[in-house]
């Protein structure tokens, strides 16, 4: 699927890399990736980020919009899960949230 811009927010968002689940079963999950336009004017929190980007990412319908928690070491970067989905978040310069990245094992 070839890169797509997305304005979420009033950030402009690009693409990275993206792969679909086809009808049969993916052993190597998918991911993407997205670069951010701007570093602030994200969420309070990554699990509020998480949220927000599982409604108004528009990467992929199934991202769930409950159920996260922040697993590893909490930083500047870190990551938050829901069941297979696993997001990256980034803190920008004004403390906000970010979704920078996602991978999902079983889709």
């Known amino acids: ?9 009033g950030l402009a968002v690009i693409l990275i890399g993206t792969a679909a689940c086809g009808v049969s079963p993916c052993s190597g999950g998918r991911g993407f990736s997205v670069s951010l336009a701007r570093d602030s004017g994200g ?3 990554p699990i509020t980020a998480a949220e927000w ?6 990467v992929w319908s199934d991202i769930p919009t409950t159920g996260w928690h ?5 930083g500047p970067a870190t990551d938050v899960r829901s069941g297979s989905m696993t997001l990256q978040v980034l ?5 906000t949230w970010q979704v920078a990245s996602g991978t999902d094992t079983a889709c």
């Not at 980007?53 to 528009?58: E, N, P, Q, R, Y």
């Open 1 to 9: 699927m070839p890169p797509r811009r997305l304005v979420l927010g």
């Open 43 to 45: 969420e309070s929190s």
């Open 91 to 95: 803190q920008g310069t004004d403390g």
């Open 53 to 58: 980007f599982a409604v108004h990412g528009g």
């Open 70 to 74: 922040v697993i590893g070491s909490p």
